[in-house]
């Protein structure tokens, strides 16, 4: 096996709630700008521990999330090593193949790889992601009348395929991106995302 993390997702964009690109529907603003984020909470890649670390990508969807051509920057968190960030990239740019490679095939055009201080909370529900100087969200999750949190199960697209979203709304998200050609966003009561994953190969 080349890799085996798991961890929890945050992810946060400019669409509506609900997101229609989890439906394959395009986007409510016909393009999207969005932080998905991951944190690793226990991971092997080629035999380098990766636990620990936060992996995020800043970016922008043309139009339709499965016709691709997404432009990313990504990002990790700085306290990785030089060994550590290699084997994470290696994972999210679909290298390694798996489960998230189809993922990474949606992505046409990397505008860099940042090392930066990044922030990862979850908590009770509640989410919080800070990247450096660059992006911030904060998270809150949808109760269905069980207490329980509203869940999106089987959807047709998934940043965390075979786990079960968390529906949520951000109640900010802001990214300072302009400099890399993201756009900068500064929004709130928009679409945001939760969720467990579990990837190997």
């Not at 932080?35 to 380098?48: K, L, Q």
């Not at 636990?51 to 995020?56: A, K, L, P, V, W």
């Amino acid at each position: 096996m080349s890799y085996d993390v798991q961890g929890r997702l945050l992810e946060v964009c400019n669409c509506n709630v609900l997101c229609p690109c989890w439906i394959g529907e395009d986007p409510d603003n016909g393009t999207c700008d969005s932080i998905i984020a991951y944190h690793i909470d226990r991971g092997m890649v080629e035999g380098v521990d990766v636990s620990g670390h936060t992996f995020g990508l800043l970016v922008f969807i043309p139009g339709n999330v499965l016709e691709g051509k997404w432009k990313a920057l990504a990002v990790i968190d700085d306290q990785t090593t030089e060994e550590q960030q290699q084997a994470i990239l290696k994972v999210w740019t679909g290298q390694l193949g798996g489960p998230i490679a189809d993922f990474a095939g949606l992505i046409s055009d990397v505008v860099g790889v940042e090392r930066v201080p990044i922030s990862f909370e979850v908590a009770g529900g509640q989410g919080h992601i800070k990247v450096g100087s660059l992006a911030e969200a904060e998270l809150d999750p949808y109760v269905g009348t069980t207490g329980a949190a509203t869940t999106l199960r089987d959807s047709v697209f998934s940043t965390i395929p075979g786990s079960a979203a968390y529906v949520s709304k951000a109640r900010s998200f802001k990214r300072v991106t302009e400099q890399y050609g993201l756009r900068n966003v500064d929004i709130s009561g928009y679409n945001a995302v939760q969720g467990d994953f579990h990837f190997q190969n």
